[in-house]
């Protein structure tokens, strides 16, 4: 832990704040988090399934649902 904060800091020396916040990909997280909050809003964050295939299959389902929605919406 030690070890990634020096090199952290050493990064921030030398490229400054915004050099340090590209190289680290800081800032990614909010864009991640939002498209997760948006994607549980109206299917929850469970499923009525219990096999990992069910699983899997009603997860792609829902994703592939949002996804079409949020494209016509785009246009």
Request: no cysteine; hydrophobic share 35%.
């Amino acid at each position: 832990m030690a070890r990634e904060r020096r090199i952290s800091a050493a990064i921030l020396k030398m490229f400054g704040e915004r050099g340090w916040s590209m190289f680290m990909g800081y800032g990614r997280r909010w864009a991640v988090e939002t498209a997760l909050s948006t994607y549980k809003r109206p299917y929850g964050e469970h499923t009525m399934s219990r096999k990992i295939e069910n699983i899997e299959r009603d997860l792609k389902t829902k994703a592939h649902i949002y996804n079409t929605l949020i494209n016509m919406y785009a246009r």
